[in-house]
């Protein structure tokens, strides 16, 4: 599967290698060059610096062959901005934005933009614990155990 991120953050930066490591071809756009050395020097994807929001880049990355665009930088509305612009001008069949604002992720998933709140999802499983005692059942690479930077990988 062709996979587009855009943002080399922590969360970029992990997902790009994990998916990379299972044979998908991937292509990660950030603005910072300095970013991907997060990737780890066995990175096999490529990497492209720049804008999310520039069609140059965009396109130099990929985005009109894409089967599926995945933003995660640091913003919510740029997030927003970069998936509506690969559905709309490039036709990414698939995209998915990473928020914070639980309302925006709602407004933008009823416009037919799929979301990921980090919000609402820390929230529930905070929620899980205090009424239940313990965190849900997680899939093996992904451990909650007290400490808050296990939960970089959600």
Excluded: W
Aim: glycine share 10%; proline share 3%.
């Amino acid at each position: 599967m062709k996979v587009l991120i855009i943002g080399c953050g922590r969360t970029g930066a992990r997902l790009a290698r994990r998916l990379a490591a299972q044979a998908h071809e991937v292509s990660i756009v950030d603005n910072a060059r300095e970013a991907f050395l997060r990737l780890g020097p066995n990175f096999a994807g490529k990497t492209y610096q720049g804008s999310g929001l520039d069609h140059d880049v965009l396109e130099s990355a990929g985005s009109a062959t894409a089967d599926i665009g995945v933003t995660v930088t640091s913003g919510d509305n740029r997030n927003l901005m970069i998936a509506q612009l690969l559905q709309h001008k490039y036709g990414v069949k698939r995209t998915v934005a990473r928020l914070h604002d639980p309302v925006r992720a709602e407004i933008f998933h009823d416009m037919g933009i799929e979301t990921i709140c980090t919000t609402t999802i820390v929230e529930g499983l905070l929620e899980n614990f205090i009424n239940q005692g313990h965190f849900p059942s997680l899939p093996n690479e992904i451990s909650i155990n007290g400490d808050a930077s296990s939960l970089e990988t959600m």
